[in-house]
């Protein structure tokens, strides 16, 4: 159903808007149209004695001057009375404020920029929210040295000399494999984007010069947190 508004530039216009604003953020709904945009292009700057009025008119006014950065130079817009001619019939003036109205665009055409920024945004922010959901993983790794003569506090010391951003250390223990020999069980929580468990093992942990102490590790147990 089609919204009409007359005399905007008036106290009578600025009432009836007034009180259709009632309980209301924007003419036709909860955001910013162009239905907006032609009321504010015809409605006179409102004072406080129109609060519904006022609040919309600010929030259309800040949508809007972003839109247009340069600076104002001062413009005044008059009026001019006819001295013979009849004044026009309401009819012809509300078809031609309609037309004026089809003719007003301030938002105009998307164009490839504005496509293409949007496009980057949208990109940005699900980059943004993937990574926000990022998981954590509680991983149990047993560490083998190479015989029952290998140093495990200088192997456990090497272990945990690895630092890396989503990688955490906990608690560790011996745990006795037989002959002699003890593996290193020991806790990690680990940041399931930044860290590989695999590639943890397989470039550093088994890699020199921590290969001196260890011979190998073993996943136990990956639990999700």
Known sequence: MAISFTDLHTETGLRTLEEFLSGKTFISGDEISKDDVKVFA??????????????????????????????????????????????????????????????????????????????EREVAVKASSKKKESGKSSVLLDVKPWDDETDMKKLEEAVRSVEMPGLLWGASKLVAVGYGIKKLQIMMTIVDDLVSVDSLIEETLTQEPRNEYIQSCDIVAFNKI
């Open 42 to 119: 015809a409605v006179a700057k409102p004072g406080d004695v129109f609060p519904n009025v006022s609040r919309w008119y600010s929030s259309v006014s800040g949508v809007l001057s972003p839109r247009f950065p340069g600076e104002a130079l001062g413009v005044k817009i008059g009026s001019q009375a006819a001295v013979s001619a009849a004044a026009p019939s309401a009819d012809v003036s509300k078809e031609a404020a309609d037309g004026d109205d089809d003719d007003l665009d301030l938002f105009g055409d998307e164009t490839e920029e504005d496509k293409k920024a949007a496009e």
